[in-house]
T-cell receptor
Framework: DTAVSQTPKYLVTQMGNDKSIKCEQN?????MYWYKQDSKKFLKIMFS???????INETVPNRFSPKSPDKAHLNLHINSLELGDSAVYFC?????????????FGPGTRLTVT | KQEVTQIPAALSVPEGENLVLNCSFT??????LQWFRQDPGKGLTSLLL?????REQTSGRLNASLDKSSGRSTLYIAASQPGDSATYLC???????????FGKGITLSVRP
């Protein structure tokens, strides 16, 4: 009965590779987000999709490409990985199921680029 | 541009103490404010959400208050326990589907 799930949990890869992180939510929410938590533990928004449409893109390098095949899924593809991409990436969902638009977070994907 | 500040960055208290964690934000035009807990190496657990029209929310030993006009929120933890040790993050949301803007968190250590 996991609400927001992400795969993989850990990802170790070399510079220059391309990788994807998948996210799924079973809460019936219409909005999904990707956040990045850097080495100093600061969390910052990257992207947001509402009903499969991109609504937030916070000056993220175009090596990062989100894709939302349907309302329940938001995947993140990263091309040409760099050392600075090492971080924890969190997926979240929120939406009109409740009027509060509370956001629920997945367990995170720890990406290490060597 | 919204900025969220949490001071101090770290706090250590003896078990049983009542404590207050502070959060301030620069733009009072918020839709809601959420408090999260993050354990080391883990994800974020939502503790409390206060809508802009509310003054406080309570859950068990936790009470969060909101003073939107002054740009402040506090998270009150009663009778702290070692299991409360974690990082507590405050985040504000400007609109219904908008992003959360986070503070840098307060790392709490409750000593037995």
């Amino acid at each position: 009965d996991t609400a927001v799930s992400q795969t993989p949990k850990y990802l170790v890869t070399q510079m220059g590779n391309d990788k994807s992180i998948k996210c799924e939510q079973n809460l019936g929410h219409d909005t999904m987000y990707w956040y990045k938590q850097d080495s100093k533990k600061f969390l910052k928004i990257m992207f947001s999709y509402n009903n499969k449409e991109l609504i937030i893109n916070e000056t993220v390098p175009n090596r990062f490409s989100p894709k939302s095949p349907d309302k329940a899924h938001l995947n993140l593809h990263i091309n040409s990985l760099e050392l600075g991409d090492s971080a924890v990436y969190f997926c979240a969902s929120g939406g009109a199921r409740t009027e509060t638009y509370e956001q629920y977070f997945g367990p995170g994907t720890r990406l290490t680029v060597t | 541009k919204q900025e969220v500040t949490q001071i101090p960055a770290a706090l250590s208290v003896p078990e049983g103490e009542n404590l207050v964690l502070n959060c301030s934000f620069t733009d009072s035009a918020i839709y809601n404010l959420q408090w999260f807990r993050q354990d080391p190496g883990k994800g974020l657990t939502s503790l409390l959400l206060i809508q802009s029209s509310q003054r406080e929310q309570t859950s068990g030993r936790l009470n969060a208050s909101l003073d939107k006009s002054s740009g402040r929120s506090t998270l009150y933890i009663a009778a702290s326990q070692p299991g409360d040790s974690a990082t507590y993050l405050c985040a504000v949301q400007a609109g219904a589907n908008s992003k959360l803007t986070f503070g840098k968190g307060i790392t709490l250590s409750v000593r037995p």
